[in-house]
């Protein structure tokens, strides 16, 4: 447990339940540490009420702090001895002596200036993708450089492919690196990524560089091994706010061979109530356009057979076929104009319906 001395007293003002401490330097305890006399000999500021969501906000911002204090082996951006001027920053020193404005310019340049803007840059690659500023300027020397360059910038991120997907900046230079170079240059991106896939593509950022890799790599080795590393999991990331974007490109740029497992692991699982989840409701769509036929029949197979519950959409009228169905319809069907869905569907399950209306299986319903 951390124990604030009195020397980190003066960093936050004081929480006591929802009120603020107006000095500083007060000690923080349930009781004055002054007399009635001292009171009335020094003029107090009236204290601050704040409401509880500032109160959370601002008990949060001292436990980052201190635990920013009590970090250990952290990286050069993190508070501590960096902070304190103990120990170099490689960015601001080099900052210090190349100017942003002229890197970004000659980046822009003609292939001369080009070439010069990369010698400042080499070496800097992976401190500079960690920060706001210099992610940009190794994104924009990856779109101008040739490819050879280019592989030779990307490469001073071999091992740092995990701790980049960490980063809010490092992470574009991974997606810059897979959208601009040959994969034989960004194939240790996927190497890197082996082993933890499943948790990376249900991470805010790792999420963003699988569909990257499936939309310029989907046929590569490497990809292959990860998707099917992915799969295992199939339900569970349909569902994940973040996971379903990677689950979706799958289903747009996969082989039929994974859309057919993603398409399987749908039916084979509550299939009406994945229809019905926030995000789950658009990879539904999606297997039932992309996958093969007969894993469309499993998907829009007779709804009796499948226990339903209130407020499930049937999964049959997902076909996209118009209001009046199909050949293909399950014998005994009505259209999908004749069904009427229940009350707690109409009200609650607002991610099906607008399924349905964006299908044209449904009506709006004039005001």
């Known amino acids: 447990m951390f124990l604030a001395g009195p020397q980190h007293m003066h960093q936050l003002p004081c929480v006591m339940g929802n009120k603020v401490s107006p000095m500083p330097g007060t000690p923080?305890?349930?009781?004055?540490?002054?007399?009635?006399?001292?009171?009335?000999?020094e003029?107090?500021?009236?204290?601050?009420?704040?409401?509880?969501?500032?109160?959370?906000?601002?008990?949060?911002?001292?436990?980052?702090?201190?635990a920013a204090q009590n970090s250990t082996g952290a990286g050069w951006w993190a508070a501590g001895p960096v902070a304190a001027g103990l120990v170099c920053n490689p960015v601001s020193d080099?900052?210090?002596?190349?100017?942003?404005?002229?890197?970004?310019?000659?980046?822009?340049?003609?292939?001369?200036?080009?070439?010069?803007?990369?010698?400042?840059?080499?070496?800097?690659?992976?401190?500079l993708s960690c920060h706001p500023?210099?992610?940009?300027?190794?994104?924009?020397?990856?779109?101008?450089?040739?490819?050879?360059?280019?592989?030779?910038?990307?490469?001073?991120?071999?091992?740092?492919?995990?701790?980049?997907?960490?980063?809010?900046?490092?992470?574009?230079?991974?997606?810059?690196?897979?959208?601009?170079?040959?994969?034989?240059?960004?194939?240790?991106?996927?190497?890197?990524f082996q082993g933890s896939a499943a948790a990376l593509s249900q991470h805010r950022f790792g999420c963003r560089a699988f569909c990257r890799l499936l939309e310029f790599h989907a046929q590569q080795e490497g990809t292959l091994l990860l998707v099917d590393e992915i799969l295992q999991e199939s339900v569970e990331l349909c569902c994940h706010p973040f996971g379903h974007h990677v689950v979706q490109s799958i289903l747009e740029h996969g082989l039929v061979e994974h859309r057919d497992r993603v398409a399987l692991a749908i039916a084979a699982n509550d299939t009406l109530g994945l229809a019905t989840d926030q995000n789950a409701s658009y990879l539904v769509e999606k297997a039932v356009c992309s996958s093969s036929p007969r894993y469309q029949e499993a998907l829009l197979k007779e709804p009796s057979a499948i226990p339903r519950s209130p407020g499930h959409v049937p999964l049959w009228m997902l076909r996209g076929k118009g209001?009046?169905?199909s050949s293909h319809d399950p014998p005994g069907l009505r259209?999908?104009?004749?069904?009427?869905?229940?009350?707690?569907?109409?009200?609650?399950?607002?991610?099906?319906l607008l399924l349905l209306l964006d299908l044209g299986l449904m009506q709006r319903k004039s005001k």
């Open 94 to 127: 080099f900052f210090a002596q190349h100017s942003e404005q002229k890197l970004q310019e000659q980046l822009r340049g003609d292939q001369q200036e080009v070439t010069a803007a990369l010698e400042v840059l080499k070496g800097h690659v992976w401190d």
């Open 335 to 352: 259209s999908a104009g004749d069904q009427k869905l229940p009350a707690r569907a109409q009200k609650d399950e607002e991610h099906g």
């Open 323 to 325: 209001a009046g169905g």
């Open 133 to 192: 500023t210099g992610c940009r300027l190794v994104q924009l020397a990856l779109e101008n450089a040739k490819q050879r360059q280019a592989s030779e910038l990307g490469s001073e991120l071999k091992g740092h492919v995990q701790e980049a997907m960490a980063s809010p900046h490092a992470n574009y230079v991974v997606q810059k690196i897979l959208t601009q170079l040959l994969w034989n240059s960004c194939s240790f991106v996927a190497e890197e």
């Open 28 to 41: 923080c305890t349930g009781t004055p540490s002054t007399s009635d006399d001292e009171v009335q000999d």
């Open 43 to 66: 003029p107090t500021e009236p204290e601050v009420t704040l409401t509880t969501s500032a109160a959370r906000r601002l008990r949060r911002q001292r436990a980052a702090q201190r």
